[in-house]
């Protein structure tokens, strides 16, 4: 068994983390760049090393560990290049303008700058991607700000291997010490959560967890800025056209979705609504029936999961579809209506319900009955779906930070346009997300200098652009070549 951080330990963390936060933000943006890169190329080189102790930890197949890998990597070059380009401190400049009106125009520049040391809670179902090298570490240290990860103890051994990897990285690439650091235990993460040297904190877990912590952040003497990553349900929505021209390959697309992962996934699809005499009963159940015995992340988990099943199959108007290593649930947005709070409850795990509608308002009011989410997903056919999914939407994009046209949420691309975020419950912040390249985004903050001399600027603010960035010149975006 790993042993918590002790006391003396955690502050030898937190005080180096201090300590590297000027370098670490001083740093030019193609040498930050190079020490990201590192880290990801030394994380690949270590894969045969790491994924072992992940398939002992998680139970998690190794295909599916190995792809985590590579998303991680990939995940860190993807910030090492928008870093190297420059769009990542979104440069602006407005040059001085004496003949402005009303009143002249001082000469301004405004870039990102990091927030500083940031508190990580490593999640545990994704051991890679959302755990010590995952999204919130690649972004945060793109951003330039310090990282301390608080290891989640589902997999303690995988995470101090890691970080290992990461730190060793780091100090031979020429990072400053401190940049990177990792903590276990929940009341040392606790602690260090409440250290006015933490300046942010990212989260991935459940909804009570989260809210906690959220206050702990928000209630300092000092408020910091936590974005927490607690719960959605994914609901998917289903017209009786896409039925008509997909229904097979619905009911199968849907299963798999569900159950991927043992149903451990943030988005998979926790409702499905189908039309009354929708007709994909049998499908559903022969689909559901075959999915294989798998085991879940831990006992923990497979504990909460099974209370939650339990309490689900109790609630009056839930009857069960089929039930084995996935358990397929069906009811009404009559009886969800009635019962929101007791059917709307996100059970994590491998378990989704089936709510029949009965016409399109009862369609509109089972979408009115959810709170936030990360994703929400509408099966349409576009010619004859074309009214409903105008009135439906505008419904799905006011819950929802990702709205799907014939997909299944599961799978989060890694990319520019990526939201993975959403309305509360699924995060506390939901102008922000986890997942893409401006993750970086919650770990910065701007600063605008006027009518400052051009030598003493930060470098990517000066007229010479010697760091050869993008930037936003008087309006107008420049390409990555020094200004003349």
Avoid at 43 to 72: H, K, Q, T, W
Avoid at 111 to 132: E, K, M, Q
Avoid at 279 to 296: F, H, I, N, S
């Amino acid at each position: 068994m790993t042993p918590d951080t002790t006391p003396a330990e955690l502050e030898q963390v937190l005080t180096d983390a201090a300590e590297a936060a000027a370098p670490l933000a001083a740093s030019e943006p193609a040498v930050r760049a190079g020490w990201i890169r590192a880290v990801a190329d030394a994380l690949d080189a270590a894969a045969d090393e790491l994924v072992p102790i992940a398939m002992r930890e998680s139970s998690l197949p190794e295909p599916r560990l190995r792809g985590e890998v590579a998303r991680s990597t990939g995940q860190l070059r993807m910030f090492a290049d928008v870093l190297a380009e420059g769009s990542l401190l979104e440069v602006v400049i407005d040059t001085a303008d004496p003949d402005a009106k009303p009143v002249p125009r001082p000469d301004l520049r405004r870039v990102l700058v990091p927030l500083g040391p940031v508190l990580v809670f490593a999640a545990s179902n994704f051991p890679f991607a959302f755990s010590v090298p995952g999204g919130d570490t690649a972004s945060a240290l793109a951003a330039g700000c310090p990282v301390v990860v608080k290891a989640h103890p589902g997999h303690p051994e995988l995470s101090v291997k890691t970080a290992e990897v990461m730190m060793e990285a780091l100090r031979a690439a020429g990072a400053p010490a401190g940049t990177f650091g990792l903590i276990q235990g929940f009341d040392v993460g606790v602690a260090a959560l409440k250290d006015p040297r933490i300046t942010a904190a990212g989260f991935t877990g459940s909804v009570p967890a989260g809210k906690a912590l959220h206050e702990i952040a928000a209630t300092r003497p000092e408020p910091i800025p936590f974005y927490g990553e607690l719960g959605s349900l994914n609901p998917v929505f289903v017209t009786q056209a896409a039925i008509d021209a997909r229904g097979n390959d619905l009911a199968g697309g849907f299963v798999a979705s569900f159950t991927l992962g043992v149903g451990q996934f943030c988005t998979k699809p926790g409702l499905l609504f189908l039309p009354a005499g929708h007709g994909l009963e049998d499908r559903l159940t022969e689909a559901t029936g075959g999915v294989a015995a798998a085991k879940m992340l831990s006992d923990k988990i497979s504990e909460g999961f099974s209370s939650g099943l339990d309490r689900l199959r109790k609630v009056e108007g839930v009857r069960v579809l089929s039930e084995g290593p996935a358990t397929l649930l069906q009811t009404t947005v009559p009886e969800l209506l009635a019962r929101p709070d007791e059917i709307l409850e996100e059970c994590f795990g491998p378990v989704s319900i089936v709510v029949e509608y009965g016409s399109v308002d009862e369609l509109v009011a089972g979408v009115e009955a959810f709170g936030g989410n990360l994703t929400a997903t509408l099966q349409a056919e576009e010619s004859a779906d074309a009214e409903l999914a105008a009135r439906l939407l505008p419904l799905l994009t006011a819950r929802a930070g990702r709205v799907l046209w014939n997909g299944w949420p599961t799978g989060v691309a890694v990319s520019w346009a990526q939201h993975h975020g959403g309305p509360f419950p699924s995060t506390v912040g939901s102008i922000h997300t986890s997942v893409g390249v401006t993750a970086a985004r919650r770990f910065q903050r701007p600063v605008a200098y006027q009518d400052t001399p051009d030598a003493v600027l930060p470098a990517v603010l000066r007229d010479a652009n010697p760091a050869g960035i993008s930037r936003r010149i008087n309006g107008a975006i420049t390409t990555a070549e020094v200004s003349r």
